[in-house]
T-cell receptor, first 112, second 113 residues
Framework: QQPVQSPQAVILREGEDAVINCSSS?????VHWYRQKHGEAPVFLMI?????EQKGHEKISASFNEKKQQSSLYLTASQLSYSGTYFC?????????????FGKGTTLSVSS | GAVVSQHPSRVICKSGTSVKIECRSL??????MFWYRQFPKQSLMLMAT?????????EQGVEKDKFLINHASLTLSTLTVTSAHPEDSSFYIC?????????FGSGTRLTVV
């Protein structure tokens, strides 16, 4: 049930672009993206709620292809502050209700 | 925005003792809270879902007698790690649903020596 992220790691120079992918074997109704710095709690980036939706925050944007059950996070003109581990989250429904589960993460390292 | 306050941020305890971690929703009522555990360089793994006034639901492989969860009010959920051992050392994070998303506490770094 855990979403699958790729790549596992990305190394960039400032100003370069990156794409992080997230896919699921189950139908997706929403995709949540977070960034986590070492030793800190994850920080919310954006949520995509329906197929075809694209959202952006500064130079970070994301798309959601409901049919393909996948989402992609786009980081353009990367900055040093973009370094961290990016997680995509998808919601599961079980006996407890709805909960958010995460992929294994993609570690992004941006250097000057 | 919705804020979840988590305490303590760091705790060191001796093997065999118990540790309680608190999560409070500060400006909203959280009928459901979630507890995650994260080992170094790994993902956040959902441990359990707690609903106010009822028993928590644990994910497969999580020992309910070891990780006691109490959600006695709409603003407070607690996780107690009982008889802690070094393998329980980890980063524990709580979360609550807020509108269509989720808001996270700042996490608790537990070290068992």
């Amino acid at each position: 049930q855990q979403p699958v992220q790729s790549p596992q790691a990305v190394i960039l120079r400032e100003g370069e672009d990156a794409v992080i992918n997230c896919s699921s074997s189950k139908a997706l109704y929403s995709v949540h993206w977070y960034r986590q710095k070492h030793g800190e709690a994850p920080v919310f980036l954006m949520i995509l709620l329906k197929g075809g939706e694209q959202k952006g925050h500064e130079k970070i944007s994301a798309s959601f292809n409901e049919k393909k059950q996948q989402s992609s996070l786009y980081l353009t003109a990367s900055q040093l502050s973009y370094s961290g581990t990016y997680f995509c989250g998808t919601e599961i429904n079980d006996q407890a209700g709805t909960a958010l589960i995460f992929g294994k993460g993609t570690t992004l390292s941006v250097s000057s | 925005g919705a804020v979840v306050s988590q305490h303590p941020s760091r705790v060191i305890c001796k093997s065999g003792t118990s540790v309680k971690i608190e999560c409070r929703s500060l400006d909203f009522q959280a009928t459901t809270m979630f507890w995650y555990r994260q080992f170094p360089k790994q993902s956040l793994m959902l441990m359990a879902t707690s609903n106010e006034g009822s028993k928590a639901t644990y994910e497969q492989g999580v020992e309910k007698d070891k990780f006691l969860i109490n959600h006695a009010s709409l603003t407070l959920s607690t996780l107690t790690v009982t008889s802690a051992h070094p393998e329980d050392s980890s980063f524990y994070i709580c979360s609550a649903r807020w509108r269509v998303g989720y808001t996270f506490g700042s996490g608790t770094r537990l070290t068992v020596v």
